[in-house]
């Protein structure tokens, strides 16, 4: 499998991280055979690394609208990703969490993701891949 992205012409640094973002989450969805655009597979990791998340934090965590985040959600719920819950307090406060399908499919992304990064590290070189995830990570914007 190549992981590198045949069609980047960019020269700036913006639009070749941009390009290679865009290029490494097709590339999972391609390897995964989910049911699952790039922005359902966007909000099951973020459910996921949450212990308690509204649809409205949700939409923050990936820039969606409320509409938007609306319509993902639903039909995350409806296809058995995910249940809805309220809170006992506020029972106005919705808020979601994931089925076993939904860990299921958080499970076999991770899986993925970390078979691409030993593609890349394979190709750049274990120390070069280190760096990058180091830099990437940093506070610099």
């Known amino acids: 499998m190549n992981v590198t992205d045949p069609t980047s ?3 700036n640094l913006i639009d ?34 949450a212990a308690k998340i509204s649809i409205s934090e949700i939409g923050r965590a990936v820039s969606l609208t409320r509409q938007g985040t609306h ?31 939904g860990l299921q499919a958080c499970d076999s992304q991770l899986a993925i993701k970390r078979e691409l990064e030993r593609r890349i590290a394979e190709k750049l070189g274990e120390e070069n891949a280190e760096l990058l995830k180091r830099l990437l990570a940093e506070d610099w914007i």
Request: charged share 40%; glycine share 4%; net charge negative.
């Open 16 to 49: 070749l991280m941009s390009d290679k973002h865009l290029f490494l989450r097709r590339k999972v969805a391609e390897l995964d055979g989910e049911e699952l655009n790039r922005t359902e597979t966007h909000i099951l990791a973020v459910i996921e690394a």
């Open 71 to 101: 319509k993902s959600v639903l039909g995350l719920i409806e296809r058995g990703y995910l249940e809805e819950s309220r809170d006992a307090d506020n029972r106005r406060d919705r808020y979601v969490r994931l089925t076993d399908k």
């Open 9 to 11: 012409t960019s020269t």
